[in-house]
Protein backbone atom coordinates (compact mmCIF):
# COMPACT_ATOMS: atom_id res chain seq x y z
CA UNK A 1 0.00 0.00 0.00
CA UNK A 2 1.00 3.52 -0.86
CA UNK A 3 0.67 6.15 1.22
CA UNK A 4 1.04 10.13 -0.15
CA UNK A 5 1.99 13.08 1.43
CA UNK A 6 2.49 17.04 1.90
CA UNK A 7 0.58 18.20 -0.84
CA UNK A 8 -0.68 22.02 0.22
CA UNK A 9 -0.79 25.57 -0.81
CA UNK A 10 1.91 27.24 -2.20
CA UNK A 11 2.48 30.50 -3.73
CA UNK A 12 4.01 30.68 -8.00
CA UNK A 13 7.42 30.53 -7.30
CA UNK A 14 7.91 28.44 -4.25
CA UNK A 15 8.82 25.00 -3.08
CA UNK A 16 7.02 21.80 -1.69
CA UNK A 17 8.40 18.32 -1.16
CA UNK A 18 5.68 15.48 -1.65
CA UNK A 19 6.00 12.29 0.15
CA UNK A 20 4.94 8.49 -0.39
CA UNK A 21 5.44 5.36 2.12
CA UNK A 22 4.99 2.11 1.13
CA UNK A 23 3.94 -0.31 3.98
CA UNK A 24 3.27 -3.76 3.95
CA UNK A 25 6.35 -4.22 1.47
CA UNK A 26 8.67 -2.91 -0.08
CA UNK A 27 9.33 -0.95 -3.61
CA UNK A 28 13.00 -3.32 -4.21
CA UNK A 29 12.65 -4.90 -7.80
CA UNK A 30 9.98 -2.15 -8.66
CA UNK A 31 10.04 1.10 -11.01
CA UNK A 32 8.32 4.13 -9.37
CA UNK A 33 7.13 7.28 -10.24
CA UNK A 34 5.09 10.11 -9.72
CA UNK A 35 1.33 11.20 -12.19
CA UNK A 36 -0.55 13.80 -11.84
CA UNK A 37 -3.85 15.01 -12.44
CA UNK A 38 -5.30 18.39 -12.94
CA UNK A 39 -8.91 19.19 -13.14
CA UNK A 40 -11.00 18.06 -16.15
CA UNK A 41 -8.08 16.73 -17.50
CA UNK A 42 -5.89 12.84 -18.07
CA UNK A 43 -3.79 11.93 -15.25
CA UNK A 44 0.01 12.55 -16.59
CA UNK A 45 3.59 11.67 -15.93
CA UNK A 46 5.69 13.71 -14.10
CA UNK A 47 9.02 11.64 -12.62
CA UNK A 48 10.07 8.13 -12.54
CA UNK A 49 13.13 6.08 -11.50
CA UNK A 50 14.13 2.34 -10.74
CA UNK A 51 13.64 1.74 -6.73
CA UNK A 52 17.46 -0.06 -7.27
CA UNK A 53 18.69 3.49 -9.23
CA UNK A 54 19.78 4.18 -12.88
CA UNK A 55 18.50 6.58 -14.56
CA UNK A 56 15.69 9.11 -13.90
CA UNK A 57 12.87 10.56 -16.04
CA UNK A 58 10.75 13.24 -16.02
CA UNK A 59 8.44 14.95 -18.45
CA UNK A 60 9.54 18.05 -20.21
CA UNK A 61 6.96 20.31 -17.91
CA UNK A 62 9.18 19.66 -14.57
CA UNK A 63 12.46 18.89 -15.63
CA UNK A 64 14.55 20.89 -13.93
CA UNK A 65 12.23 22.08 -11.66
CA UNK A 66 11.02 18.72 -9.89
CA UNK A 67 13.11 16.15 -8.71
CA UNK A 68 12.24 12.39 -7.89
CA UNK A 69 14.82 10.97 -4.84
CA UNK A 70 14.23 7.72 -2.58
CA UNK A 71 15.10 7.00 0.60
CA UNK A 72 15.69 3.07 0.59
CA UNK A 73 15.92 2.86 4.47
CA UNK A 74 12.57 4.04 4.78
CA UNK A 75 10.71 2.86 1.57
CA UNK A 76 9.68 6.55 0.95
CA UNK A 77 9.72 8.11 -2.69
CA UNK A 78 9.78 12.08 -2.74
CA UNK A 79 9.20 14.73 -5.17
CA UNK A 80 11.08 18.21 -4.70
CA UNK A 81 8.85 20.35 -6.68
CA UNK A 82 10.79 23.90 -7.11
CA UNK A 83 9.23 27.40 -9.25
CA UNK A 84 6.37 25.95 -8.67
CA UNK A 85 3.94 27.28 -11.18
CA UNK A 86 -0.28 27.51 -11.18
CA UNK A 87 -0.10 24.99 -13.73
CA UNK A 88 1.45 22.49 -11.74
CA UNK A 89 -1.92 22.51 -9.97
CA UNK A 90 -3.38 19.03 -9.40
CA UNK A 91 -3.52 15.83 -7.55
CA UNK A 92 -0.14 13.91 -7.61
CA UNK A 93 0.07 10.63 -7.05
CA UNK A 94 2.60 8.03 -6.76
CA UNK A 95 2.86 4.62 -8.51
CA UNK A 96 4.78 1.68 -8.31
CA UNK A 97 5.39 -1.25 -10.97
CA UNK A 98 6.59 -3.70 -12.61
CA UNK A 99 7.81 -1.31 -15.78
CA UNK A 100 9.82 -1.66 -18.50
CA UNK A 101 11.76 1.22 -19.59
CA UNK A 102 10.06 2.01 -22.55
CA UNK A 103 6.83 1.83 -20.49
CA UNK A 104 7.93 3.58 -17.86
CA UNK A 105 6.27 6.63 -18.41
CA UNK A 106 2.97 5.25 -18.81
CA UNK A 107 0.07 4.85 -16.79
CA UNK A 108 -0.79 1.20 -17.40
CA UNK A 109 3.06 0.25 -16.65
CA UNK A 110 1.86 0.70 -12.79
CA UNK A 111 -0.46 -1.26 -11.15
CA UNK A 112 0.32 -0.23 -7.50
CA UNK A 113 -1.23 3.56 -6.48
CA UNK A 114 -1.30 5.99 -3.99
CA UNK A 115 -4.44 7.50 -2.66
CA UNK A 116 -3.04 11.19 -4.06
CA UNK A 117 -2.43 14.33 -2.64
CA UNK A 118 -3.54 17.98 -3.94
CA UNK A 119 -0.96 20.41 -4.80
CA UNK A 120 -2.12 23.98 -5.32
CA UNK A 121 -0.41 26.79 -6.62
CA UNK A 122 -1.79 30.51 -6.45
CA UNK A 123 -0.71 33.40 -8.58
Known amino acids: QLQASGGGLVQAGGSLKISCAASGGTFNGYAVAWFRQAPGKEREFVAA????????YYADSVKGRFTIARDNAASTLYLTMNSLQPEDTAVYYC??????????????????WGQGTLVTVSS
Open 49 to 56: RRWSGGTT
Open 95 to 112: AAGRAIISEIRRVRAYNY
